[in-house]
């Protein structure tokens, strides 16, 4: 029996309204036997990195030939461009807006276009909800089996963005601004080998593996927390910081980026 057309969605609509439903609706209308994967529906709002950064440690867990649906659109009824992304084992549909630049920094080949075939889309096309009219029906067709270059033509102007790069302090390497933090604005993502080096001075202190730290400095705290993939969760806070609330959403924040 041949293996379903896999589809995933990421959004930042949420789950208590009807926006995500109707999106599937569209796709199921057009393609039945699809099978719909929910990825994620709670990216920050209108945060493109955020969402950058859910599907980049996501979509190479699927199989082969997924088409992986984005919409996080603060241009949405604007000139920005929807678009269709190429790589040698992956589809993705989603605004020109930098969503995707992780995918283009990461994959060796990319093939993008600019969909301009409006005939796949629902007509009328609402200024606010291209997910519904542009993006959801557009994934319905791709995954039915038309071919990619039915959708429009092939552009190389796409808006992209640089993921951060490390920062060396003192043989420790910071990569900032990765997500949105407890207190608004320092959360980052410590490198593999610090997360080493905190578990070797640990266990030689015989204390055993760190599980929260916090570092008082005289203008707050520096919070760590792991995440289960190596990765640590890092607070830059105000001095006045509920600990206890920071240490509850950095380990929920951990479970949530493994």
Known sequence: MPRKQVVTLTTDFGTSDHFVGVMKGVIININP???????????????????????????????????????????????????????????????????L?????REESVEVRHITADHYFLNP???????????????GWLSKGVEVDKFGDPITDYAKFASPKPKHICDISLAEALMEGVRGNAVAALAASLANRLGRAALTAGSGAPQFLQLQASAGSLLVAP????????????????????????????????
């Open 125 to 139: 096309v609402s200024n606010t909800f291209h997910a519904r009219d542009i993006f959801a029906p557009v994934v």
């Open 33 to 99: 036997d699809v099978e719909l994967v929910d990825l994620c529906h709670n990216v920050n709002s209108y945060d493109v990195f955020d969402a950058a950064f859910t599907l980049a440690q996501s979509y190479r867990y699927f199989p082969s030939d997924t088409i992986h649906l984005v919409v996080i659109d603060p241009g949405v009824g604007t000139a920005r461009r929807p678009i269709l992304v190429r790589t040698m084992e992956y589809k993705f549909v989603a605004p020109d807006n930098g969503v």
């Open 227 to 258: 995440a289960p993939n190596a990765m640590l969760l890092v607070v830059v806070a105000d001095a006045d910081i509920n600990v206890g609330l920071a240490r509850l959403e950095m380990l929920r924040a951990a479970e949530a980026v493994a």
């Open 101 to 105: 630049s992780l995918i283009y920094e």
